[in-house]
């Protein structure tokens, strides 16, 4: 028998929900370990707090003198929460969170120790994180990084340590993290957006990009993930036959939580809700044992760093309920995979939301430039749009019927697209009275009626305008939000630049008033973008064709999809920002082109390791209990002994072939895998695994899940996908 998935299917069944006792209310936790404003005026002194918000707000630096002050408070607020050490907390190019840990500790001179914090320690550190990917802008024997304090996200304490967010950097100064490029493109928006929003509100004086960010993933209980060394190593199954049923009864679907997930969800929005992350809504997914988990929006930067930390936490805390989550993109083959919604928008310091009409016919004038300046920077940039949620693992789900195609396109629903067609046809140049009286009437001042009856949602568009808000839903559940925000930031940037450029030039030009000019731009806007705007169905194969026509991007893999990355388009976009420079952008290219290789190899070895010592002995097994049974036959029946053994012979027969077309697939991978290892140009090396040896996982897996049919369910190692999905 094969007493690991055995086992392991008992262990599940005798499972509990693990207990969770809510006593006190949600709003009461929110933020405790948090060092929140609230904190601060506790623990700091009027001077340092003024500093640290100054910091914030304004971006000021802080004085030497006053970081020694913050650096004090803190730790005297740490540790009255029971922290005893300190990390810098940063989230460098390998996608998941870094921190080594410190002790509030120091020897004195007279063999006594006392608990100390330094501003130099709270602002800056150097981890010899050597190790840590950085796409050759450091050479190891000069490994030298360092991280510095980002007062814009608050410190908080997970366990006994007080994490201060923080940037890394190499001492030469290129970014080597997420963090740095996305706070430069929340700059460099801020300064454009605010420039333009002046044109209709003076009290403006800063703009910040809003993210609300959706997480999918599954729960598996963790003695059957153990069971499965594909799922453990890769984060999802290479092998395994469809279950007899799967999601096609739609039945998981915001159906009531099973309780021991429900417990875990419990237990998981209490460590969130203590660590200031505002979760909001948790439901039941498509696919069975799927499940999501959404917070209140917050500033992007903030938001950014929830989600690294959720991620985290939820690995911490499924340890404590038997789970393994799964953030892969594909778990299973057949089932819906996840994702990770990026709801986006523009909000003001005076309150509003740029991307939300309003009462008044400025308002929502200001709401469609902000709209249409959105959708025209998706039209010129959507290849480097589609850069950034290229990855290994959502390949898999990209442009698989239940995700968004491969092609960036927006979905604004049906009444605002009746707006832009009237706005197109502004006249060119002065508008008359009369027009413009009718606009502002029947057009502009019609929008908030139109929008609340706006229900059409088009669950297959890649980028979508939901009523106050963009939601890039093509976003991978394992990414980190920062890549494509850093992104989706600069492009608006940039375009809102032009824009301002534009409007300024027909005021001083033409002597236009303002309002005619900005109608006057946004009309040519509307028409210039017109092709990325598509309301139809994302998933058909017409709209394959219909896109290329339109001569929209279409890669369907990682590394076609990532050369954007360094066109000069990109480059002229993230240095005329002065977002990254040509190094940095060069450098996460290698990063992540390398780590496309990477990603297949491990499932290359993993697949065929997997055959050849799981299921190839186990179908030989098999194979001989069925000789054995054609030998008793034979003996019984002697000549005629085929009559009686002819199905068991017919399986022996079929064993073998299957055995023989796993080898050979086995076989000519690792030989297309040499031969891709043997390339030295990274870009030709990724090429090369993607179409040379990534094919062949189709092959091995055919076989060896054609075999799980044949072969004595009492024999098959590998815990089953009913299994896996079903138990709960
Ligand atoms: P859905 O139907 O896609 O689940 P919801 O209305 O529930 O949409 O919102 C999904 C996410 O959008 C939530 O995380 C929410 O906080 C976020 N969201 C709402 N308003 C904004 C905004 N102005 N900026 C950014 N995110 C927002
Ligand atoms: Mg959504």
Redesign the pocket.
């Known amino acids: 028998m094969a007493t690991l998935r055995f086992n392991a299917i008992k262990k599940t069944f005798d499972r509990k929900p693990v207990e969770i006792n809510e006593v006190e209310r949600r709003s009461e936790l929110f933020g405790r370990n948090v060092f929140s404003k609230r904190a601060m005026r506790q623990y700091l002194t009027s001077d340092s707090y003024k500093s640290v918000i100054n910091a914030i707000d304004k971006g000021d630096k802080i004085e030497r003198q006053l970081a020694d002050h913050i650096s004090t408070g803190m730790k005297e607020w740490a540790t009255s929460k029971g922290a005893t050490h300190y990390t810098h907390w940063f989230q460098p190019l390998t996608g998941s969170t870094a921190e080594k840990h410190d002790a509030f500790f120091e020897t004195v001179d007279d063999n006594s120790a006392i608990e100390k914090f330094s501003g130099q320690q709270l602002v800056q550190q150097e981890p010899d994180a050597s190790s840590l990917p950085n796409g050759g802008i450091r050479n190891t024997f000069e490994a030298r990084g360092y991280t510095a304090w980002d007062p814009t996200s608050p410190a908080f304490i997970w366990g006994t340590t007080l994490c201060i967010p923080t940037i890394f950097i190499a001492y030469t100064a290129e970014a080597l993290d997420y963090k740095t490029p996305l706070l430069k493109s929340i700059t460099a928006l801020d300064k454009a957006a605010t420039d333009v929003v002046r044109y209709f509100d003076k009290k403006v004086n800063k703009v910040t990009a809003?993210?609300?960010?959706?997480q999918e993933y599954f729960l598996i209980d963790s003695a059957l993930a153990a069971s499965r060394p594909d799922l453990m190593i890769s984060g999802r199954t290479l092998l395994g036959h469809s279950p007899a049923k799967g999601q096609q009864l739609h039945d998981h679907y915001f159906g009531s939580i099973p309780s021991r997930a429900l417990n875990y969800m419990r237990d998981l929005e209490h460590e969130c809700l203590l660590l200031g992350i505002p979760v909001k809504?948790r439901h039941n997914e498509v696919a069975p044992n799927q499940f999501e988990l959404?917070?209140?929006?917050e500033e992007v930067n903030l938001a950014v760093d929830h989600n690294s930390l959720l991620m985290h936490v939820m690995e911490k805390v499924a340890e404590r309920h038997n789970f393994v989550v799964l953030f892969h993109e594909k778990p299973f083959k057949g089932i819906n995979g996840s994702g990770k919604?990026n709801?986006?928008?523009l909000a003001t310091d005076t309150g509003s939301?740029l991307l939300s009409p309003g009462k008044t016919p400025t308002k929502n004038l200001s709401f469609l430039t902000f709209f249409v300046n959105t959708i025209k920077a998706v039209y010129e940039n959507e290849e480097i749009l589609r850069a950034t949620i290229a990855s290994a693992s959502n390949d898999h789900r990209l442009g698989a019927g239940e995700a968004p195609p491969a092609i960036i396109s927006v979905f604004i629903g049906s009444q605002l697209t009746k707006v832009l067609d009237e706005l197109e046809k502004v006249t060119d140049g002065k508008l008359s009275p009369q027009e413009k009286t009718d606009l502002k009437l029947n057009v502009v001042g019609k929008i908030p009626e139109i929008l609340l009856d706006n229900t059409d949602r088009n669950r297959t568009s890649p980028f979508a305008f939901?009523g106050?808000?963009f939601?890039l839903r093509a976003v991978g559940s394992t990414a980190n939000c920062a890549d494509p925000m850093t992104v989706l930031n600069s492009i608006v940037a940039k375009q809102l630049i032009e824009f301002k450029q534009e409007v300024d030039g027909l005021i001083s030009s033409k002597k236009m008033k303002k309002d005619d000019a900005i109608f006057n731009v946004l009309r040519d806007y509307i028409k210039k973008s017109s092709k990325i705007r598509f309301e139809g169905d994302g998933y058909g194969k017409a709209w394959e064709e219909e896109a290329e026509s339109r001569g929209l991007s279409n890669y369907r893999n990682t590394p076609e999809a990532l050369k954007s990355k360094i066109s000069k388009k990109a480059i002229d976009l993230f240095t005329q920002l002065e977002i990254m420079n040509e190094t940095e952008i060069k450098a996460r290219f290698d990063i992540e082109i390398e780590d496309y290789s990477k990603h297949i190899q491990i499932e290359g070895r993993l697949i065929g390791d997997i055959a050849r010592n799981h299921v190839i002995p186990t179908v030989i097994k098999y194979q001989n209990v069925l000789i054995k049974n054609v030998k008793g036959l034979k003996e019984i029946y002697g000549k005629d002994f085929k009559d009686q053994a002819k199905e068991q012979m017919n399986i022996i027969e079929a064993i073998s072939k299957h055995i023989a077309h796993i080898n050979k697939n086995i076989d000519q991978m690792i030989d297309a895998r040499k031969k891709a290892n043997h390339i030295e140009d990274p870009v030709k090396r990724a090429h090369l695994y993607c179409d040379e040896v990534k094919p062949f996982f189709e092959d091995i897996r055919y076989h060896c899940d054609k075999l799980e049919l044949l072969v004595d369910d009492e024999l098959w190692p590998l815990t089953k996908y009913r299994e896996l999905l079903f138990t709960k």
């Open positions: 809003t993210l609300g960010w959706e809504t959404a917070p209140i929006f919604h709801n986006w928008s939301n939901t106050n808000k939601e």
